[in-house]
C-alpha cells in the first residue's frame, strides 16, 4: 500500500515538474533577496539571552556607571615613554581618537586627558599631567615622577618599566554593533604613525570584537567557495556527467540560500560560530543527491529500456524512505543543540542547521526527479552495465569481503574503542578564550600578548558594591572593606591590579599631606572624605569619579585588571572571589555582587559540558526514536545508533590525547555527528533489509550486492561529509577548525563502523529483523 502510495506521489511529481521547478526558483529568490540584511555581532554578551539575570545586571551596572569594553591602544618605546616625542605622541593620537566616529570624546583616557591630584596651601589642584605646547625633557622627567606618586596609574596607564603607555578609548553605545568600523577607523590611525623607536599594538575586548566581523568575512570568503569545488569534485568522480554535478549542487545552493535568506528575514544576527554554518550545510545537503543521482545511473546501466520518466520514479521509489529517515534524524541532530543550548548563538545554529536540512529534503523529493524530467535517460561511465563496477565500487566489494571474513575481530575493535572513549569523556577540559578565535600569527593576537605582558591586563571583572543610604560609601568602614577587598583578590592569579573610588580617597588623603607616602590611607573621619570631593571639584572634574561611584555616593563599583582571557583562569577567580564577597560581604549595611566580562564568560562557559552531553543524549534518543518507529523495530533503531555511539566516544579520546578544549565551537560536535553519521546506518539498515527480508538473499549474497551497490553510494557520501567538514580546518578561526576536524573524524568512525561493524553484528546476530519480513 505504501509503495503504491509512493508511486502516485512521484507520478504526480514527474507529471508537475515545470510547475515544481518554477516555485523552486521563486522559494530560492524570495529566500536570498534579504540576504543583504543579515547582520553580525561578534559581542562577548551575544552569547547569553536577553533576558538573562545575570546579563541583565551587568547592563544595569554598565549604565550606572559608564562602563564599556574599549579599544585599546599601547604605545611601546623600549627606550621608556617619558620624553618629549613619546608624550606628544600620546597626546596628539589621544586628539584624533576624540574625532573618529563611534568613539566617544568624553570617554579617551591616556596620560593627556588624565590629571594629577596634588596639594596645595589651599587644598587640591587637579592639573593635567603635562601641556603638549610645553613639553620638554625637564618636563617629561616631572611627568614620570608625578605617575611615581599615583600608584592608581602604575601598571594600568603606564608599564612599571614606564616603556608602554595606553590610550583607552569606549565606543558610543550606538556603535555596539559596528565595532568593525570603529576598529578599522582605528587601524588606519594607527598606520600613519611611523616613529622611530616607536610600536603601535591594538587590542582590547572591544577590538576583538570589531577585527572578528573582519575577520569571519574573510574567513567566509575563502571555505564557502572551497567547499563547494570540493564537492564538484567527489561529483565529478562518482558520476562523470554534467548533470550529475550540477543538479545536486543545484539542491546544496537552494538549502544554503534559504537558511541564510530566512535568517536575515527573521533579524538573526550572524556569530562566529554561524560562520561555519555555510560549509556545514553544503557536506551535508549534497548527500541526499549523491544517493539519488547513484541510484538513478545504477538503474539506467541495468534496465536501458526504460524510459526518462520510468527511470526517475522508480529512482525515487528506492530512495525516497532512506533519505527520508537520514534527514530527520540529521534535523534531530541540530534541534537537540536548540533544546539543550542555553545560548542564542548555538540554538540558531542549530534551527537553521535544521531549516536547511529540511529545504535539502524538500527540494530532493521534487526539485531533482523535476530537473531531471528535463532531460533524457543518460549512462554514466561509472555504471557501464549491469555486471561492472568501477574501482571504487571494487574497493567497497573487497571491504566486504573482509568484513564478511573477520566479523568477531571487528566487534573486538569495537569495543576497545568504547572503552577508551570513555576514559577519554573524563579528561575532557571546558576552556575558552576570546582571543583564541583568531591564528596566532595575527597582529591582534600579539597586541594582546603585549598588553597583558607590559601592564595589568584587557580583562575586567567589575565588583559592585551597594549601601543603604546617599554618601555611605564615605563611611571609612566601607571604604576599608572595600579596600580589603582589592587586596585579597589581587592575590589571586593573573589579577594584576584595580581600581576603585578608594584609590582615589587615598591619592586625595596623601595630596592634602605634602605627598607623604604614609598617608596614602583611608582617613577615619567621614566628613574629611565628604571634603575631599568638594575640594577636588575646585579645580577638577566631579564627573571624573562616574566609573567608580554614583552621583548619590551610594553605589561603587571596583574594576579588576586581569592578563588572561582564559575560562579556566577566569573561573577560579570568579569563585575565589565569590568565597571572599560571601565571607565579609552582603550585609545589612554593605552588599557586593560580580559583574563585568569576566563574571559573564564564567556564567555562559561553565554551561557548555552540560549543554554539550545533554545534546548528545537528546540527539541519541531521538535518532533512537526516529529510526525504531521508521523500521518498526527496537533491534533496528539499536544497529542504527551503535556506529555513532562509538564514534563520539573515539572522538573524546582524540580530544584528551590532543588536549583539545569541549569550548564553543567544539560543544556542538558530538550532536551534528550523530544527527549526520547515521545517514550511514539508516542507509546500511535499510538496505540489509530489502535485501534479506525483501529479496530474500542469503547473507553472503547481500554481502556482495550491498557493498557494490549502496556501499558505493555511502562511499561518496562519506568523502562529502569528511571532505567538507575537512574544509573547515582551513578555516582561519580556530574553534571552526578544531569542529571540522572533529566532527571529519566523527563523520570518518561512522561509515568505517557501519561499513564493518553493522555488517559483522548482523553476520553474527543474524538479528529477526533483516530475516523475517513484516507488511
Known amino acids: 500500500m505504501k509503495t503504491k502510495r509512493a508511486q502516485a506521489f512521484f507520478n504526480w511529481v514527474t507529471s508537475h515538474y515545470k510547475p515544481i521547478l518554477i516555485l523552486s526558483f521563486a522559494a530560492f529568490v524570495v529566500s536570498v533577496v534579504s540576504l543583504p540584511k543579515l547582520t553580525k555581532d561578534t559581542r562577548y554578551e551575544a552569547f547569553l539571552p536577553p533576558q538573562d539575570s545575570v546579563l541583565i545586571q551587568r547592563n544595569a551596572i554598565k549604565e550606572t556607571f559608564g562602563l564599556k569594553d574599549p579599544m585599546v591602544i599601547a604605545i611601546k618605546n623600549d627606550k621608556g615613554i617619558f620624553n618629549p616625542t613619546s608624550l606628544g605622541i600620546v597626546d596628539d593620537l589621544s586628539e584624533k581618537l576624540k574625532k573618529i566616529p563611534g568613539i566617544d570624546p568624553d570617554q579617551v583616557r591616556s596620560l593627556s586627558t588624565e590629571n594629577n591630584v596634588v596639594g596645595t596651601d589651599f587644598g587640591i589642584l587637579v592639573e593635567p599631567f603635562f601641556e603638549s605646547e610645553e613639553l620638554t625633557n625637564s618636563n617629561a622627567k616631572a611627568v614620570s615622577q608625578a605617575i611615581d606618586n599615583f600608584e592608581l596609574y602604575k601598571g594600568s596607564l603606564v608599564s612599571k618599566d614606564k616603556t608602554t603607555t595606553l590610550v583607552i578609548a569606549e565606543m558610543l553605545d550606538s556603535y555596539d554593533l559596528k565595532q568593525h568600523e570603529v576598529y578599522n577607523s582605528l587601524q588606519a590611525l594607527l598606520a600613519d604613525y611611523q616613529h622611530d623607536n616607536h610600536d603601535f599594538y591594538l587590542a582590547g575586548e572591544g577590538a576583538v570584537s570589531g577585527y572578528l566581523i573582519k575577520y569571519i568575512d574573510e574567513d567566509a570568503m575563502r571555505t564557502n567557495p572551497f567547499a563547494g569545488l570540493v564537492i564538484a569534485f567527489i561529483l565529478i568522480f562518482a558520476y562523470r556527467t554534467v548533470r550529475g554535478v550540477v543538479i545536486p549542487n543545484l539542491m546544496v545552493l537552494a538549502s544554503v540560500g534559504i537558511a541564510l535568506g530566512l535568517m536575515a528575514f527573521f533579524g538573526v544576527d550572524f556569530y562566529v560560530i554561524t560562520n561555519g554554518l555555510p560549509v556545514v550545510l553544503i557536506a551535508i545537503a549534497v548527500a541526499d543527491g549523491i544517493h539519488i543521482m547513484g541510484e538513478y545511473y545504477e538503474l539506467a546501466a541495468k534496465h536501458p529500456g526504460l524510459s526518462q520518466k520510468e527511470l526517475v520514479v522508480n529512482t525515487m521509489l528506492s530512495m525516497w524512505r532512506p533519505i527520508t529517515i537520514t534527514s530527520i534524524t540529521t534535523i534531530a541532530g541540530f534541534m537537540s543543540i536548540v533544546f539543550s543550548s542555553y545560548m542564542p548563538p548555538m540554538a540558531f545554529f542549530g534551527v537553521f542547521g535544521g531549516i536547511g536540512v529540511a529545504t535539502a529534503l524538500v527540494y530532493a523529493l521534487f526539485m531533482i526527479p523535476s530537473a531531471l524530467m528535463l532531460l533524457k535517460p543518460q549512462m554514466s561511465k561509472a555504471f557501464e552495465s549491469a555486471n561492472t563496477i568501477d574501482g571504487f565500487g571494487k574497493f567497497m566489494s573487497g571491504l566486504g569481503d573482509f568484513v564478511y571474513n573477520r566479523p568477531r575481530t571487528i566487534l573486538v ?33 600579539q597586541a594582546d600578548a603585549v598588553i597583558n605582558s607590559k601592564t595589568e591586563g584587557t580583562s575586567y571583572l567589575d565588583v559592585l558594591i551597594e549601601t543603604p543610604g546617599t554618601e555611605d560609601i564615605f563611611q571609612p568602614h566601607n571604604l576599608k572593606k572595600i579596600e580589603a577587598l582589592q587586596r585579597h583578590v589581587e592575590t589571586l592569579p593573573k589579577v594584576q591590579g584595580s581600581t576603585s573610588i578608594v584609590d582615589f580617597v587615598k591619592k586625595m588623603h596623601q595630596s592634602v599631606n605634602e605627598d607623604n607616602a604614609e598617608y596614602y590611607t583611608i582617613p577615619d573621619d567621614e566628613a574629611l572624605i565628604s571634603q ?19 552621583y548619590d555616593y551610594r553605589l561603587a563599583n571596583v574594576r579588576f585588571r586581569i592578563n588572561s ?98 569550548a564553543v565551537g567544539t560543544s556542538m560536535f558530538a550532536a551534528i555527528a550523530i544527527g549526520v553519521g547515521v545517514d550511514f546506518a539508516v542507509h546500511t539498515v535499510d538496505r540489509f533489509k530489502y535485501l534479506l527480508a525483501e529479496k530474500g538473499l542469503s547473507l553472503q549474497q547481500a554481502f556482495q550486492e550491498f557493498f557494490k551497490s549502496a556501499g558505493r553510494a555511502l562511499l561518496f557520501n562519506f568523502l562529502a561529509l569528511t571532505l567538507g567538514f575537512g574544509v573547515l580546518m582551513t578555516s582561519a578561526v580556530p574553534p571552526l577548525n578544531r569542529f571540522g576536524f572533529l566532527v571529519a573524524v566523527a563523520v570518518m568512525v561512522s561509515f568505517i563502523g557501519s561499513m564493518t561493524i553493522l555488517p559483522a553484528i548482523i553476520l553474527l546476530a543474524k538479528p529477526k529483523f533483516f530475516i523475517t519480513h513484516k507488511n
Not at 569495537?414 to 575558552?432: C, M, Q, R, S, Y
Not at 565569590?578 to 565571607?583: G, N, R, S
Request: net charge negative.
Open 413 to 445: 575493535s569495537a569495543v576497545l574503542i568504547v572503552v577508551l572513549g570513555f576514559f577519554g569523556a573524563l579528561k575532557l577540559k571546558v576552556n575558552e578564550d576570546r582571543i583564541a578565535n583568531f591564528q596566532s600569527t595575527e597582529p591582534i593576537v
Open 532 to 550: 575631599f570631593f568638594l575640594l577636588y571639584s575646585a579645580s577638577g572634574n566631579p564627573t571624573d569619579f562616574d566609573n567608580y561611584v554614583d
Open 565 to 662: 582571557g582564559e575560562y579556566l583562569d577566569e573561573k577560579i577567580i570568579v569563585e575565589k572571589t565569590q568565597d571572599y564577597l560571601d565571607a565579609n560581604f552582603n550585609t545589612p549595611t554593605i552588599k557586593a555582587t560580580q559583574s563585568g566580562k569576566v563574571a559573564l564568560d564564567v556564567h555562559w562557559i561553565g554551561k557548555l559540558g552540560q549543554n554539550h552531553f545533554t545534546g548528545a543524549i537528546v540527539a541519541l534518543l531521538v535518532v533512537l526514536i526516529v529510526a525504531a518507529l521508521s523500521f518498526r523495530s527496537m533491534a533496528g533503531g539499536v544497529l542504527t545508533i551503535v556506529p555513532v555511539l562509538i564514534s563520539v566516544l573515539f572522538i573524546y579520546t582524540v580530544m584528551g590525547v590532543l588536549d583539545i578544549w569541549l
